[in-house]
């Protein structure tokens, strides 16, 4: 065990760099503040690690040591390449798809609505996770069409990720969401936009 002394960390770091990345954006939303220092952390463990390994190599005690090395180096390819947010926001969306469209039939029907007349709406208990905040936002609901906005990330202060519900397509969004950035339709009535 000795000889491969490095590679349990490698994998435990790379297992918790993993799950850091593919929540993110909860834990961002929840977290902000303290994310930073935690991303520090997770770099400079890495950073310790990779170069025990190579000093371990170079002192040519161990090909185990060239697993841990690799384990970190796909690590780095994993954070670098790996679309997290695009493989979360559609393997929710094919998840989600009933609680969503529910939530969406309450809002049309005037079952939840916004407090104090603003555009944000708290989701009931059973559904807070279909959203990253637990909360939902109201662009239109209306005679002229629905858009409602499900929270992918809410940025701080501005810039943010939804994916949207419009019962009047892509039209319908740019006439009610403000600077759109991009829009992507992911099935009927459902569209990725990001905003400034």
């Not at 419009?166 to 969401?177: F, M, P, Q, T």
Request: aromatic content about 12%; some cysteine.
């Amino acid at each position: 065990m000795k000889k491969c002394r490095y590679l349990l960390p490698a994998i435990l770091l790379s297992l918790v760099t993993f799950a850091a990345c593919w929540f993110s954006d909860q834990l961002y939303d929840c977290f902000w503040i303290y994310m930073v220092p935690i991303d520090l952390i997770l770099l400079a463990c890495f950073i310790v690690l990779l170069v025990l390994c190579i000093r371990r190599i170079a002192k040519g005690k161990t090909y185990a040591e060239f697993t841990s090395a690799a384990v970190l180096v796909l690590l780095v390819v994993l954070v670098v390449f790996f679309p997290f947010r695009d493989v979360k926001v559609k393997l929710e969306l094919r998840l989600y798809d009933t609680p969503r469209q529910e939530i969406v039939e309450m809002i049309r029907s005037r079952e939840l609505q916004p407090e104090d007349g603003r555009i944000i709406i708290q989701l009931p208990a059973g559904y807070r996770r279909i959203s990253t905040s637990g909360t939902v936002v109201q662009h239109k609901n209306d005679a002229g069409g629905q858009v409602i906005g499900f929270w992918v990330f809410r940025g701080v202060p501005d810039g943010a990720i939804e994916v949207i519900y419009s019962s009047g397509g892509e039209e319908l969004i740019r006439a009610n969401v403000y600077g759109i950035e991009r829009i992507e339709k992911l099935k009927d009535d459902w569209y990725y936009v990001i905003t400034d």
